[in-house]
């Protein structure tokens, strides 16, 4: 483990000689909790007419951005259930009244996942869906819903789901039309270590079509309240979480960045991410329901996270959702910082 971090950080220090890492400043409203994809790991989604359903009208998700700015958010990460009353008309008015409410604000909207969902509703093909979304103005896309690239794997947890072939065929479609877009990885439940490889390289071969990936973001399956968790309880050790940062940083050697988060896995874990070739520390995520609703909840504040950078040893710096750094924070001091950290 030592010497497959050691290797891994050696090619972060090659392609980032300076030991900045970035994080965003986000925040991720769900427009709706209401989804009839069922899959099988999910705590978050909830079916049509239960009691705690809920859709948000543009206002509602407006005001919930411009909340979040007040407090610092520069990016929001827009992503819901497949309701099957949301129609591509109420994206592009969410789209529209976030605008409105926050023009700074970057909009990173709607996974692959849905994308296919909505494309099926509305009897046009995925092209189209992304166009009507560049036209409204979108230059970056989430890349949830990727799982496990594998269709065993898929038709045990999400069967329901976006199959791998529709994820990666929507993460091309979108390269080509000029949108950039993330990559991730959820694991930590029925797949094997074969098929986690198989997964990176599937990614890899896609960004050497294309190169419009930014970023690979893995994060632990949470059992917490879920079906899936009745099956696999145990959540996924540390060791494990940093192991995968390090393949990830070595056999993806066409992408410039692998995020290391302390949001889905812990601040030690993620932190460790930072010393096996993870670049980047994910959102501060002012909102975020996804994870919480597994039992997973964090919160940190801007501050917290640039102390728990420094403490890892490394200069914070604040990105936008391209990547560009907006502001460099001060390097770590040999002392440390007198900050509470309550994440
Ligand atoms: S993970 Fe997404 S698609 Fe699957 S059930 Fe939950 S909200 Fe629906």
């Not at 102390?307 to 040893?313: H, K």
Request: with cysteine.
């Amino acid at each position: 483990m030592g010497e497959l971090m050691n290797l891994a950080f050696r090619e972060r220090l090659r392609r980032f000689p300076d030991p900045v890492v970035t994080f965003v400043a986000d925040t991720n409203p769900n427009y709706t909790n209401v989804c009839v994809t069922g899959c099988r790991f999910c705590a978050f989604c909830r079916k049509p007419g239960d009691a705690d359903a809920y859709l948000l009208s543009p206002r509602e998700l407006a005001d919930k951005v411009r909340a979040a700015a007040d407090q610092g958010a520069t990016t929001v990460l827009l992503q819901g259930g497949h309701h099957p009353r949301v129609d591509l008309a109420l994206w592009q008015d969410y789209i529209a009244a976030i605008q409105d409410a926050c023009p700074g604000t970057h909009i990173h909207p709607f996974s692959p996942a849905e994308i296919v969902f909505m494309a099926d509703k509305e009897k046009l093909s995925v092209e189209e869906v992304l166009t009507v979304l560049w036209a409204a103005g979108i230059r970056t896309i989430p890349g949830g819903g990727a799982e496990i690239l594998s269709e065993r794997v898929r038709g045990i947890i999400a069967p329901r789901k976006a199959s791998s072939a529709q994820w990666l065929a929507v993460s091309e479609a979108a390269h080509r039309l000029g949108f950039a877009t993330t990559a991730t990885m959820m694991f930590g439940h029925v797949e094997t270590d074969a098929e986690i490889v198989e997964h990176l390289f599937l990614l890899r071969d896609l960004q050497d079509r294309t190169g419009g990936f930014t970023s690979f973001i893995p994060w632990s399956f949470k059992p917490g309240a879920t079906v899936l968790g009745r099956q696999v309880s145990q959540g996924v050790h540390a060791a494990r979480y940093v192991r995968i940062i390090a393949v990830a940083r070595l056999v993806l050697d066409n992408f410039t960045h692998i995020q290391s988060s302390w949001f889905s896995e812990s601040i030690a874990a993620g932190q460790l991410g930072l010393l096996a070739g993870a670049d980047d520390f994910g959102g501060v995520l002012v909102e975020e329901h996804v994870h919480k609703e597994a039992g997973h909840d964090r919160k940190a504040t801007l501050e917290n996270v640039v102390t728990i950078i420094q403490r890892a040893g490394f200069t914070p710096a604040r990105r936008d959702s391209r990547y560009e750094v907006q502001s460099v924070y001060p390097p770590p001091s040999p002392l440390g910082t007198a900050d509470a950290i309550t994440a």
